[in-house]
Structures are given as C-alpha cells and as structure tokens.
Nanobody, 114 residues
Framework: VQLVGAGGGLVQPGGPLTPSCAAS????????MSWYRQSPGSQRESVAA????????DYANSVRSRFTISRDNAKNTVFLQMNSLKPEDTAVYYC????????WGQGTQVTVSS
C-alpha cells in the first residue's frame, strides 16, 4: 500500500488549497479514505472521511462548511478542498486508509500565514 500526498503549500488567510493523495497497492474503490492533520505539539486529529463510493462524508466540527473531501475512484485519488483557511489550519496533512491495518501518506505541509 502506498499513499502519496501532494498539493500543500503556503497560503494567505482566507485563501483556498486542495491537497490530493494518490493511492496504490489496494482496491481503492473498496476502501473508505480519511484525512488527518497534526500541528507541532498537538496530537494527530481526524479532519474528514469519505465512504467507498463517495456518497458519505464526515467532518471535524472545526472544518465543517469550509472543507470538502472527495474522491476519484477512476484515478485512485482522494482530495481535500480547503476554503476560507485560517492560521489555525496550519499543519501537516496526512491521508489514511484502513486496509488490513492503518496506512499513512508521507504528509503534506499546509501553512496559512500572511
């Protein structure tokens, strides 16, 4: 199993960013996918999750209405569209799949700063 994150970067407060995560090594369309984040000195926290088909999603209260998780099962990729970003969204963002065990991407840094 391999999860490769991309699309992080530096963005100003209020701006958008859409990290992605390309998956391989398992049947992508048979697995729910999740995004987590971790900022310095904090525990890793769940941000968003999406069902196998993409028809069901769930969000942390802190990002609900600002973030949208989606997936493209034809391209084995999951996305996290982030809008109205705040400095407190600054963190390393990880994609995750539970497939025999938990697998994690390498993480992509998102920094929200003016």
């Amino acid at each position: 199993v391999q999860l490769v994150g991309a699309g992080g970067g530096l963005v100003q407060p209020g701006g958008p960013l859409t990290p992605s995560c390309a998956a391989s090594g398992f049947i992508f369309s048979s697995a729910a996918m999740s995004w987590y984040r971790q900022s310095p000195g904090s525990q890793r926290e769940s941000v968003a999750a999406i069902s196998r088909s993409g028809g069901g999603t769930d969000y942390a209260n802190s990002v609900r209405s600002r973030f949208t998780i989606s997936r493209d099962n034809a391209k084995n990729t999951v996305f996290l569209q982030m809008n109205s970003l705040k400095p407190e969204d600054t963190a390393v963002y990880y994609c995750n799949v539970s497939w025999t065990r938990d697998y994690w991407g390498q993480g992509t840094q998102v920094t929200v700063s003016s």
